[in-house]
């Protein structure tokens, strides 16, 4: 059975496992959750306890949650590609600081703006604190990772990896949440985001997300209906 990815919407960070699974070439389903709504229950529920995406069912059976568990284990299946590499090595340590520092810092520190967002248009106050936190907290993070990219085309080693397809789909969130003009204030990392968006597996993910016409270069193989799927994590 080919491994199927809970992806949320709006604009969820899960964006950067379904890049990582386009990048990984290998067959695989999604099925679309709307994090702004009620979380539906069945295989979701049990792949994900506490209604978060991204969850994958893994192809052998069984579930991940955690965007970090799932993109070690696409990472794994992708040695080949280039998108992680191997238990051990100084590049997998290496690999696996800077997915911790995304999850992390640069997540958690974004996340505030959008928990500016869910509190509504009634709390302003509450908005605004919360806006001010996310905005310098988040300074911080694109300023040390543009400061990374300094001499180097990539976040981690010379090739791009998972830690690449998860820095694009929480990067976006500084314009997406109007908290920063990133072409101005971070040019050099800008411009990393930039030759990013360019590549067919972003440019695919963000056609998932808009419920656009998608062309992928990939395995995607179609998106899968709940009840197709329950029965996949049976008790």
Not at 2 to 7: K, M, N
Not at 163 to 176: K, N, P, Q, S, V
Not at 178 to 184: C, P
Request: with cysteine; proline share 4%.
């Amino acid at each position: 059975m080919e491994p199927v990815l809970f992806y949320g919407v709006p604009h969820g960070c899960s964006f950067g496992s379904i890049v990582a699974l386009e990048w990984l070439g290998q067959p695989y389903r999604l099925h679309r959750i709307d994090m702004l709504a009620d979380k539906p229950g069945g295989a979701f529920a049990k792949a994900s306890p506490f209604g978060q995406t991204p969850a994958l069912l893994v192809g052998g059976g069984g579930a991940l949650s955690e965007s970090l568990a799932i993109l070690h284990h696409i990472a794994a299946r992708g040695l080949d590609k280039g998108l992680g590499f191997a238990q051990g090595t100084k590049e997998f340590d290496q690999l696996n600081w800077m997915l911790s520092y995304l999850h992390t810092s640069f997540h958690s520190n974004l996340g505030l703006g959008w928990n500016a967002f869910k509190l509504g248009k009634n709390d302003k106050a509450g908005r605004e604190l919360l806006r001010t936190m996310a905005r310098e907290k988040a300074a911080k993070d694109y300023a040390y990772l543009q400061s990374l990219l300094d001499g180097s085309e990539w976040l981690v080693g010379d090739h791009k990896t998972v830690a690449d397809a998860y820095f694009i789909g929480i990067a976006r969130w500084g314009e997406d949440l109007g908290l920063f003009d990133l072409a101005k204030e971070f040019p050099r990392l800008h411009q990393h985001m930039a030759k990013l968006e360019a590549d067919p597996a972003v440019i695919f993910a963000h056609a998932i997300e808009d419920e656009k016409p998608a062309t992928s270069t990939g395995g995607f193989r179609g998106h899968a209906a709940l009840r197709e799927l329950d029965t996949r994590l049976a008790a």
